[in-house]
């Protein structure tokens, strides 16, 4: 079935250094691609998606590809803030899978000052 | 846009009791699932409701069971509650073409059984 795996935390990252948090997934349609973000003890917040291949999503300074050829959707940021510090969920939803959300495990970011 | 507003926030049930969890989903949503995420996990599909109907539906046991209104809120009921379903739940709602919007989360309900 579809499923999507992200790379493992946690990752620790001092202010303002490059983020890459590395998702890949498996799909037999053609999947929409999200990333969410989940602060401490609050819901899940969509930060991008993507709905075909070679589509960017980008918002609030975090941008991911969606790669077909390579089955990939990697978050990255150019400068992270302390304010970024959460957990990020990759998650793909497609019609033959009745649109249902599948998320990856997470990947929790700690940002230092 | 109201966002989508799930209660309570917190709640703590004994083992064999029932349970029922409301959501409010955002205003011209008629789409609605519910997730379980336990700790350290990500969120695992339960169910999806679509104009009032279940549409779909995950690796859950009967006892876990739905029902969305008219208005498009609706709730999560859970029989029977096992040590095991205490998580997070997480309602979701989405415009006709979820593909295209994405999915919008409340803040959730924290469930503890003991």
């Known amino acids: 079935g579809d499923s999507v795996t992200q790379m493992e935390g946690p990752v620790t990252l001092s202010e303002e250094a490059f983020l890459t948090i590395n998702c890949t997934y498996t799909a037999t349609g053609y999947p929409s691609l999200f990333w969410y973000v989940q602060y401490p003890g609050e819901g899940l917040q969509l930060l991008l998606k993507a709905t075909k291949a070679d589509d960017k999503g980008s918002n609030k300074g975090f941008e991911a590809t969606y790669r077909k050829e390579t089955t990939s959707f990697h978050l990255e940021k150019g400068s992270v803030q302390v304010s970024d510090s959460a957990v990020y969920f990759c998650a793909l939803a497609s019609y033959n899978q009745g649109g249902k959300l599948i998320f990856g495990q997470g990947t929790e970011l700690s940002v230092k000052p | 846009e109201t966002g989508v507003t799930q209660s309570p926030t917190h709640l703590i049930k004994t083992r064999g009791q029932q349970v029922t969890l409301r959501c409010s989903s955002q205003?011209?949503?008629?789409?609605v699932s519910w997730y379980q995420q336990a700790l350290g996990q990500g969120p695992q599909f339960i169910f999806q409701?679509?104009?009032?109907?279940?549409?779909g539906r995950g690796n859950f046991p009967p006892r876990f069971s739905g029902l969305q209104f008219p208005n498009y809120s609706s709730e999560l009921n859970v029989n029977a509650l096992e040590l095991d379903d205490s998580a997070l739940y997480l309602c979701?709602?989405?415009?006709?073409?979820?593909?295209?919007?994405?999915?919008?989360f409340g803040s959730g309900t924290r469930l503890t059984v003991v």
């Open positions: 979701a709602s989405s415009f006709p073409g979820v593909l295209d919007y994405g999915y919008t």
């Open positions: 409701y679509y104009r009032e109907e279940e549409n």
């Open positions: 205003s011209g949503h008629n789409t």
